[in-house]
């Protein structure tokens, strides 16, 4: 079985900062692109950064300048550092991976999601 585990999330003020991580586990040969997605209440799920296993990222205009992506791909582990955060940035934060599992072929493989909530 191949999932996604992610952690970082949780309460903090305007101004702060937090970052997300996203590990991977299971039978994995290769873990391809990776994103975060967020959901805010009421509203729909929402791309937000994408990376891919070389490194290339790509950011909603949302995430620009204050948020960045990573990864580590020995530790199949995927981040998300969060500066400046605002009240608007509140919400479930998830991460996706394209995984290729020796056992199963290739699966698009989603996290349960970590919360963030931000206070003015």
């Known amino acids: 079985q191949v999932q996604l585990v992610e952690s970082g999330g949780g309460w903090v003020q305007a101004g702060g900062s937090l970052r997300l991580s996203c590990a991977a586990s299971g039978s994995i040969f290769s873990i391809n692109a990776m994103g975060w997605y967020r959901q805010a209440p009421g509203k729909q799920r929402e791309l937000f950064a994408t990376?891919?296993?070389?490194?290339?990222?790509n950011y909603a205009d949302s995430a620009k300048g204050r948020f960045t992506i990573s990864r580590d791909n020995a530790k199949n582990t995927g981040y998300l550092q969060m500066n400046s955060l605002e009240p608007g940035d509140t919400a479930v934060y998830y991460c996706?991976?394209?995984?290729?599992?020796?056992?199963?072929?290739?699966?698009?493989?989603w996290g349960q999601g970590t919360l963030v909530t931000v206070s003015s």
């Open positions: 990376i891919t296993r070389g490194g290339s990222t």
């Open positions: 996706n991976a394209d995984i290729y599992s020796d056992r199963v072929g290739y699966l698009r493989v």
